[in-house]
């Protein structure tokens, strides 16, 4: 059962569960609990909570933004997916990113944003490994469910179950993604002791 979730675009959300998307960017909610250069997500797996509020349609790929719609809190909520991040890179080149930009949703402008905000913390890119909940679960949305932020921790009661869902991804397809991901970006290491 996951009692926590990750607010997120609901465009990004529909995309992870259809396969079309299988990367997020994010400059926080990244801890190195491993030690120096081994970077993680707080929250590893997750239910994928689809919000509206903040979402802006322009930030979308033209192809893509007829279905990003910028609306307010809706009365309830249905979770009809999970997230397991895979793998995370730091991206330290725009034309490493760049390379890759059939693999995600946004516009250049975004792009330049989330590499300029706060430019002395690393930009990072997830790969997310997406399943579909075999149950979808429809909640009510309380107020502390609001807000803009990364993390939701989900009342007693409106965890997901997760135990039983569909990847989205074959393994060889999502193996292939982490390969391409790897040639264009490179592998995280820590840095090495000096000697």
């Known amino acids: 059962m996951l009692d926590i979730a990750l607010k997120e675009?609901?465009?990004?959300?529909?995309?992870?569960?259809?396969?079309r998307l299988?990367?997020?960017?994010?400059?926080?909610?990244?801890?190195?609990?491993?030690?120096?250069?081994?970077?993680?997500?707080?929250?590893?797996?997750?239910?994928?909570?689809?919000?509206?509020?903040?979402?802006?349609?322009?930030?979308?790929k033209e192809a893509l933004r007829g279905r990003a719609q910028e609306l307010g809190e809706p009365a309830t909520i249905t979770f009809t997916g999970i997230g397991e991040a895979a793998k995370i890179w730091q991206v330290k080149s725009r034309a490493a990113f760049?390379?890759?930009?059939?693999?995600?949703?946004?516009?250049?402008?975004?792009?330049?944003?989330?590499?300029?905000?706060?430019?002395?913390?690393?930009?990072?890119?997830?790969?997310?490994r997406a399943h579909k909940l075999t149950q979808p679960k429809t909640i009510a949305?309380?107020?502390?469910y609001a807000g803009c932020r990364s993390w939701v921790p989900l009342r007693k009661g409106d965890g997901v179950d997760d135990s039983t869902t569909q990847p989205v991804l074959s393994d060889a397809d999502f193996d292939r993604l982490l390969s391409r991901i790897?040639?264009?970006?490179?592998?995280?290491?820590?840095?090495?002791?000096?000697?």
């Open 9 to 19: 675009w609901a465009i990004v959300c529909d995309l992870l569960l259809e396969g």
């Open 182 to 195: 790897d040639a264009a970006i490179g592998e995280v290491r820590p840095p090495q002791a000096r000697k």
């Open 98 to 128: 760049d390379s890759l930009d059939d693999l995600h949703c946004w516009t250049r402008p975004y792009v330049d944003m989330r590499f300029e905000y706060k430019p002395d913390r690393p930009l990072y890119l997830v790969a997310l």
């Open 22 to 60: 299988a990367v997020l960017l994010r400059k926080g909610g990244i801890d190195e609990t491993g030690g120096p250069g081994v970077f993680e997500l707080e929250h590893p797996r997750f239910a994928l909570f689809p919000s509206w509020a903040h979402q802006k349609p322009g930030m979308i």
């Open 141 to 144: 949305y309380h107020a502390q």
